[in-house]
Each structure stands twice: as structure tokens, then as C-alpha cells.
């Protein structure tokens, strides 16, 4: 058997070259200014929240504050134990933390910020900061790894982080975080010797690349399955492949590559059974379920390939995005444009390209078809190809969105594109130029695809300034309530404001916000339209509520604002203004 002693050829990539060739600060040049150029980037394009980070979310008031409040009780839960699946909202419901994405993996973030609602905001932008950069460096990292050139890793970087499709997420931290998909799949194939110009090479494994790829496999999936799910089902294809390459080149194969792939998918495998109980637990509790309709409701149609989100500063009001609000409901998630430069150098690709023809087919034949996919129910009613995996693939049912599937069109599209330009790039170097400065500007001509489509990119994101926590609710937060608090106005969106309320202290909340919603929650939002009233009282009290909030700042055009002018005479309540909110009691 060859050991890991044995010298590795060179593969003209740059990251399988062996440490020895190099110095330290050689070797980690190229990642270091890989992620500072990430982060630079991160807080150029995010600035609206770089610049106020305690006050500050992206987007509006709805997803955002969510997610912010998630982070935060994942602090309250490691600083005060508990019961974690069960929050404070939807009146205390059994396991409603599993109700949408944990965002588990991101519990170290805890460290940062302290309680209540500034603190919380600060924590959510850190990482907002965080998973930006980290699947700028992701990207780079898989596609040079795969033999790009370094201008091609580059092109990868910008479109795994800012394709024009994900600007349309900048409300959803679970869907934008997918760097670690990328760094997984870098490290596995670092560690296996991979890469498309030279197949699999176990004569150059390191399993510690190998422990590492595993492991943040492992702690992608902890932050949920919006995204995850469909990785789970890659990481299937890839313990497959590997398995069947281990086999295949078992005589260059060392035991300690074997033990520690057994392990690392082992370990893998086991942390998503173990994420998908409390989720399959909210399924037999509360019977929630994705219907077909729902599936049609948001699947993106044909000309959602050639909608770019109003958010990117070289597309909006173009011809791109002529179609933009004509997708209700939920349009964002059926803007689903790749973005022209990655198209136009995917589609070179397929005819110049360093990586063989066979993959350069395969990889082209896989972009269709997952951009099909993408499409839900709109291509051919998915008779044949969405609603097969939706029937058939267990767990597939819980996703209502088929348009994030183009995360791996852009994938596949990306490394197409990296084998032109990388081709290209080695033209240009093989020319006989004398002039050590040509030969770099000629180098850096190929930096033009990247920054072509880092110009595609460049967000123009509106933000939102959360509301302060009025005082009075503050008392009533701060007292023993007997059962959960209800704030008013109640709505899908709006709940979120008080749940970031919450995170002073986490009293018990009858609002909740997620992605799905449980029956007393949709009776009490229907029943308290019309509060106080005598209907409205009696659907309160079936559910434990003694306590109504209402926020007068949050009331316009809202069909709660005559809950201020109703009288309660003769109802069992009783009520006191306290400044900005006015306190209810059921008698």
C-alpha cells in the first residue's frame, strides 16, 4: 500500500502541491487574502448594517427578526438551560423551535452581544457577516480545488456568494448560509486527492482534510434543512462515489483513509437523524404538512430563469426584471437568475474548457436537469421530475420552495464556467512574453469574468430600524403573568417585532412567527380582529390568555386599530393605558 509519504505530483491547481514545497506564509497567503477580500466585500455590500449594527437588519421587519430571535434564544438556552425544542412562543407549543431552520450550528455565536433586543441584533449581523464570507471563501476554496486557476476560484467565490438569485434572500439567513456546503466538499475532495483534471488520487490523501470535510458536513446540516436537506441527499452521492473510489484504488489506499471515512460519515449520518426527530416529532404533534398546492403556489415559472431581483444595482429596472412582482405569492423565492456572466462562460465552457469532455457533458447535462427541478410544478406540472422526488424522497415533502434548488444549478453552472476560464487563463501564461509586467496584466485580463459578475451583484438592499421595546410592555414582561402574553396587532410578519421584544427576559408569548403556524395561533389571529369582543374574549380564553398588549404605534393599516375605540363595557376585561401600549385583562 503507498503511504502518505509518497511525493504527490504537481496538478498545476496550486492548493495539491505538498507543504514541503513551500514555506507557511506561502501556503496561507492564498487563503488569508481569499478571506479578506470576502469580508471586504461582505461589509462593502452590507454597509446599511456594518454601519449600525445594534440597530440595523437588512430587508424588513418580518424574517429577519425571526432569525435574530432564534440566535437569541439559542443564548438564553446556553446561559439558562431548559427545555430547547419548546420556546416562549406560540403560547409554549410543544417543540415550536422546530417549527422553521434551529440555526443550531451557529449556537458559538452566543458569546457575542448580551440580552434583550440590541444585543440580539448584534449578534444576528455578526453572523449575517459571518456566513456571507464564510461561502465567499467556500466557493473559491471547492473550485480551485477542482484545478481551476486562481482568476476561475475567483468567478466561483463571487457567484456562490452574490449570484443575482440569492440577492432576492438577503431576509433569509438559513437560505443564504451555505458555506459550509462548499467547504465540505472542498475538504473531501482535499483530502482524497481530488480534483476533474485528475480524478481521484488516494495516493495523495490527508485525512485530516478528510475529518474535516465530515465534520462540517456535520455542522452544515445543524442549521437546518431549507438547504440542507438537498445536501444530505449529495452527501449520499458522495459517500457513494467515495466509497466506490476507495474500492477501485484499494491498493493506494491507506487504512487510516478508510477508518477515518467510516467514522466521518458515521458521524455525519447520525447528527441528521438525530436534527430530524424534533422535526418529525412537530409532524405527528401538529400534522403540518406541504400539499401539492402549496408546491405549485411557489414554484417558480419558465421566465423566473430570466428574472433578476430588484435588488441588484445593474438589473433593476431592466428588461430582467420586467416579471419581477407578477409571481405572487412569496415572488423572492421565483427570481431565480444565475446571473449573464456565469451563463455565458458556462455555455464556453462546454466547448473550451480544461476539464475533459466527459465531465464537461456531465456537468452540463446536471445543470439542466436541476434547473428543471428548480421549476417545481411549472415544467410539464413536474409530473415527471419534481413531484417524483416529492412523493417518493423521504423527508422532501417538508419543502415548499423548489426555486432554491438553483443553488446547485449555480453550483454546477460555476464549475463549467471555471474550466473556461481557467483554459483561457492558461493561453494567455503560455504565450512567450518577455515582460514580467505583461505577462502580469495579461494575467490579470482574466480577472474580467469575476468582476464582471461581481458587477451583476452589487446589492442595493433596503433595511429596516426595529422598534424599541415600549415601556409599558416592558413591565408587563417583567411581571408574573398567569399564562401567555398576547401582543397586538397579530399577523404572519408582524409577530416578529414582539418575539424580538422577547429576547428581555423571554416571557411567554402567545404571537409566533415561522414557517409553520399551529391551530390555536390561526384562531386567535382570526378571533381577535374584531377585540375586545365577546367572541374574541372566549377564543382567548380557551387558549390561556389574560393578558392582551396593544401596541398603538404598530396599529396603522393594520385591522386592529379599532381595538382602541371598541368599548368593553359588559365584557370581562378590563383595561389601562400605559403610554404607548394599552394593557388588557381578562377577568
Known amino acids: 500500500m503507498i503511504t502518505e509519504a509518497v511525493a504527490p505530483e504537481r496538478t498545476g491547481s496550486g492548493w495539491l502541491e505538498p507543504p514541503a514545497r513551500a514555506g507557511r506564509a506561502r501556503r496561507l497567503r492564498e487563503p488569508l487574502l481569499v478571506m479578506s477580500g470576502g469580508l471586504a466585500l461582505t461589509l462593502a455590500f452590507c454597509w446599511p448594517i456594518v454601519r449600525d449594527l445594534r440597530s440595523t437588519v437588512l430587508f424588513d421587519l418580518g424574517d429577519p427578526l425571526l432569525q435574530t430571535w432564534e440566535l437569541a434564544w439559542l443564548r438564553h438556552f446556553l446561559f439558562n438551560g431548559g427545555e430547547f425544542w419548546t420556546a416562549n412562543i406560540f403560547s409554549g407549543a410543544e417543540n415550536n423551535f422546530a417549527f422553521t431552520d434551529s440555526l443550531l450550528g451557529y449556537l458559538p455565536f452566543s458569546l457575542i452581544g448580551g440580552d434583550g433586543q440590541h444585543g440580539a441584533i448584534l449578534r444576528y449581523n455578526v453572523v449575517y457577516l459571518f456566513a456571507t464570507t464564510l461561502a465567499f471563501a467556500g466557493g473559491y476554496a471547492l473550485v480551485r480545488q477542482l484545478g481551476a486557476s486562481w482568476h476561475a476560484a475567483a468567478l466561483g467565490a463571487v457567484m456562490f456568494t452574490w449570484a443575482p438569485w440569492r440577492l432576492a434572500h438577503a431576509h433569509h439567513l438559513n437560505v443564504l448560509s451555505t458555506g459550509g456546503i462548499a467547504l465540505a466538499m472542498f475538504a473531501l475532495a482535499r483530502g482524497h486527492g481530488f480534483s476533474l483534471r485528475h480524478g481521484f488520487r488516494p495516493e495523495l490523501g490527508k485525512p485530516g482534510w478528510v475529518v474535516a470535510g465530515w465534520l462540517i458536513a456535520a455542522w452544515q446540516i445543524s442549521l437546518g434543512f431549507a438547504t440542507g436537506l438537498p445536501f444530505v441527499y449529495a452527501m449520499g452521492l458522495i459517500t457513494l462515489a467515495i466509497a466506490v473510489g476507495l474500492v477501485l484504488r484499494r491498493r493506494m489506499v491507506t487504512r487510516r483513509l478508510v477508518i477515518v471515512n467510516v467514522v466521518g460519515a458515521t458521524l455525519f449520518f447520525s447528527v441528521t437523524y438525530l436534527m430530524t426527530i424534533p422535526y418529525r416529532r412537530v409532524v405527528e404533534l401538529y400534522q403540518f404538512t406541504r400539499t401539492w398546492a402549496d408546491i405549485q403556489n411557489f414554484s417558480p415559472p419558465p421566465q423566473g430563469l430570466v428574472t433578476s431581483s430588484h435588488f441588484s444595482w445593474l438589473w433593476s429596472d431592466t428588461a430582467l426584471t420586467r416579471w419581477t412582482w407578477e409571481m405572487e405569492p412569496a415572488p423572492w423565492e421565483k427570481w431565480i437568475f444565475p446571473g449573464f456572466v456565469l451563463l455565458l462562460f458556462a455555455v464556453l465552457g462546454l466547448v473550451v474548457s480544461v476539464w475533459p469532455r466527459r465531465v464537461r457533458i456531465w456537468f452540463g447535462v446536471s445543470a439542466v436537469v436541476t434547473g428543471i427541478f428548480a421549476l417545481g410544478s411549472s415544467f410539464f406540472h413536474g409530473t415527471f421530475t419534481y413531484q417524483l422526488v416529492w412523493k417518493y424522497l423521504p423527508g422532501w415533502e417538508a419543502l415548499r420552495t423548489p426555486g432554491r434548488l438553483i443553488l446547485w444549478t449555480t453550483l454546477l453552472l460555476t464549475v463549467l464556467a471555471a474550466g473556461a476560464v481557467t483554459r483561457l487563463a492558461q493561453t494567455l501564461a503560455d504565450r512567450r512574453i518577455q515582460s514580467p509586467a505583461k505577462r502580469r496584466l495579461l494575467s490579470l485580463v482574466m480577472v474580467l469574468p469575476a468582476l464582471g459578475a461581481l458587477l451583476e451583484s452589487v446589492p442595493v438592499y433596503p433595511y429596516a430600524h426595529p422598534p424599541e421595546l415600549p415601556a409599558g410592555l416592558r413591565q408587563e414582561f417583567e411581571r408574573h403573568s398567569d399564562g401567555p402574553i398576547l401582543v397586538l396587532p397579530m399577523d404572519v410578519i408582524g409577530d416578529s417585532i414582539p418575539m424580538l421584544w422577547s429576547t428581555s427576559g423571554f416571557p411567554l408569548l402567545a404571537n409566533g412567527n415561522s414557517g409553520n403556524y399551529p391551530k390555536p395561533w390561526v384562531e386567535m389571529s382570526v ?48 383595561r389601562v393605558d400605559r403610554g404607548d401600549v394599552v394593557v388588557f385583562t381578562l377577568r
Not at 380564553?541 to 393594520?558: M, Q
Open 527 to 574: 378571533a381577535t380582529k374584531a377585540f375586545p369582543s365577546s367572541r374574541s374574549i372566549e377564543t382567548l380564553e380557551k387558549h390561556g390568555v389574560r393578558k392582551v398588549v396593544v401596541v398603538k404605534s404598530l396599529l396603522d393599516k393594520t385591522p386592529y386599530r379599532r381595538s382602541l375605540t371598541r368599548s368593553v363595557d359588559g365584557l370581562p376585561v378590563t
